[in-house]
């Protein structure tokens, strides 16, 4: 799947398909076939996308693109994501957005148009049109239409976020966005369900400091809010800004490490390990349906064996990245386990140090008079930290009961093949 760094590449460019904005600089208009090159610090092209298709929706200001990647010269479109783009300023639709979609729930937009009126004035009408929450899902059921056997996954920024957010909740898939609101308000009851039985599917990176990505709480629960160390003035632009995040080498969110990000890097851990969960659960549910499909017969020539060897290579390292995000996620949730303990003994000899008058036991019951104790501070978090870690080692179950299926179903054929074509050489 895309990087965060593609993920936030794409929401950017998305901007460009406004008509409106077509003469802005710096700003190459984004059309059907246009081709985008994702670029690393030194300007060496990281990856190619190829626009499939884009929709500028002049009634209600909604602007949006499905994008797949190149491979051997063409759009790999086993893989597409939709990107949203974010308020423009200078559209009074979007702004009208902003106050009746995000703000009230609204999945209607009134506008003023002006009309010719029996003199020589024109006069200004109400106009009701669907709300780009509406326009967004029709979008995305277009794509998915057209492409049903795609991963799909979406991305924005700012109200492009919360458009996609909205758009990947009701259709369960994949989100990686940036300082979006949250459109919890207007899920579905079957949306609502699946984004609380399905966390770290949906993600939303929020500045601490921005205020308006963080409008409408967090009910999706696909908030990362991260700082930035760049303070808290909610007037400052730069915190919504695209340009503020910034990212690896190999593509991921840099978090910096702070006080403040300790639960955003652990969510962020969590996170990559549902991520290379559900992408590898793809790869092998697919590789069991064409085994299915075909009885798991035998291959008839060469480029069939290459096909399940390839197959198998694919297996492999899905797998094995499973495995190390899975150990990432359990070291982190050890360390914050040490972490608490560790924060309980600072807790108590400060308390000692500053009152040092006090017997062991009125300390323990002062300490308590706050909420402070060792059950509150350590015991409690450390139950949910081992749950945390049960839930990760059944996921690692799971997901390692199909690959010894597939593996050991690709390995027969891989042999049947092997001996096939040595018959036909």
Not at 374 to 393: C, G, H, Q, W
Request: proline residues 3%; aromatic residues 6%.
């Amino acid at each position: 799947m895309p990087t965060d760094n593609e993920y936030n590449y794409l929401a950017d460019k998305t901007y460009a398909v406004d008509s409106k904005r077509e003469k802005e600089n710096a700003r190459i208009p984004v059309k059907k076939g246009s081709i985008l090159e994702v670029t690393d610090k030194d300007n060496k092209i990281i990856n190619s996308y190829e626009v499939l298709k884009v929709k500028d929706n002049v009634e209600n200001g909604m602007q949006a693109m499905a994008v797949a990647p190149i491979k051997n010269g063409k759009p790999d479109t086993s893989q597409v994501v939709i990107a949203f783009a974010g308020t423009n300023a200078d559209d009074g639709l979007d702004i009208l957005t902003d106050t009746q979609t995000v703000g009230l729930n609204k999945d209607t937009l009134t506008t003023s148009v002006e009309v010719p009126s029996n003199s020589s004035k024109t006069e200004t009408h109400k106009k009701i049109v669907d709300a780009q929450s509406v326009t967004a899902l029709q979008f995305a059921d277009e794509i998915r239409k057209k492409y049903p056997n795609a991963s799909i996954s979406t991305t924005g920024h700012s109200l492009g976020e919360y458009l996609a957010l909205l758009v990947a909740a009701e259709n369960k898939w994949l989100n990686v966005g940036f300082n979006g609101p949250d459109p919890y308000g207007i899920l579905s009851n079957e949306a609502k369900e699946w984004v609380k039985n399905n966390p770290g599917w949906l993600t939303n990176f929020r500045n601490r400091g921005d205020a308006i990505g963080n409008l409408m709480g967090n009910g999706t629960g696909a908030e990362i809010k991260i700082s930035l160390a760049m303070g808290l003035n909610p007037l400052k632009g730069a915190f919504h800004n695209l340009s503020t995040w910034k990212f690896d080498d190999k593509g991921r969110l840099i978090i910096p490490k702070n006080d403040y990000n300790k639960k955003a890097i652990q969510q962020e851990s969590e996170r990559q390990l549902m991520q290379q969960f559900v992408m590898g659960m793809v790869v092998l549910q697919e590789l069991k349906a064409k085994f299915q499909a075909s009885g798991g017969g035998l291959s008839t020539n060469e480029k069939i064996y290459l096909e399940d060897s390839q197959a198998l290579a694919v297996v492999q390292l899905a797998s094995s990245e499973f495995e190390l995000a899975m150990t990432n996620t359990i070291k982190m949730y050890q360390e914050g386990m040490l972490d608490l303990e560790k924060l309980w003994q600072q807790c108590v000899s400060k308390a000692r140090n500053s009152a040092s008058d006090l017997s062991h036991g009125e300390i323990m019951e002062t300490l308590h008079s706050v909420n402070c104790t060792e059950s509150t501070m350590v015991t409690l978090p450390n139950e949910e930290f081992r749950k945390k870690i049960a839930k990760a080692k059944q996921m690692s179950e799971k997901f390692t009961r199909l690959v010894s299926e597939i593996k050991s179903k690709l390995a027969e054929l891989v042999q049947r093949d092997q001996e096939l074509a040595r018959q036909l050489g």
